[in-house]
C-alpha cells in the first residue's frame, strides 16, 4: 500500500489519536465543546461531567488520562486549545 491510501485507510477504519485534543469548540475532541460555544470555565466543566456519563466520551476521556500514567505516555499527550489547562486539571483527576 503507498503512501497515499494511508489517509483513506485510517478513515475508514475510524481511527482515533487518543492523546492528542484540540479543545476547540466544535472539534472532534470529547474535550471539545459544541461550535461556536462561548462560555465560562464553570460551563465547561459542566459539559465535561455531562460527557462523562455518556460510554462513547467517557472510554476517550479515560483513555487520554491514561497517558498520565508513564512518562513515555504523558510526553505523547499533546492537548491545546483554550480549554487545555482545564483538560489537564480533568485528565489528572481521572488519572488518580
Do not use: C
Request: avoid cysteine; proline fraction near 7%.
Amino acid at each position: 500500500m503507498g503512501e497515499e491510501n494511508t489517509q483513506l485507510d485510517v478513515l475508514s477504519y475510524g481511527l482515533i489519536n487518543s492523546y492528542a485534543h484540540d479543545t476547540t469548540p466544535g472539534g472532534d475532541s470529547p474535550f471539545s465543546p459544541p461550535a461556536h460555544w462561548q462560555g465560562t470555565e464553570n460551563a465547561y466543566l459542566e459539559i465535561m461531567r455531562d460527557r462523562f456519563v455518556l460510554p462513547h466520551y467517557a472510554q476517550r476521556m479515560l483513555r487520554a488520562a491514561s497517558a498520565l500514567k508513564t512518562p513515555e505516555t504523558r510526553r505523547q499527550l499533546k492537548v491545546s486549545g483554550p480549554y487545555k489547562t482545564q483538560v489537564m486539571g480533568i485528565l489528572e483527576k481521572l488519572a488518580n
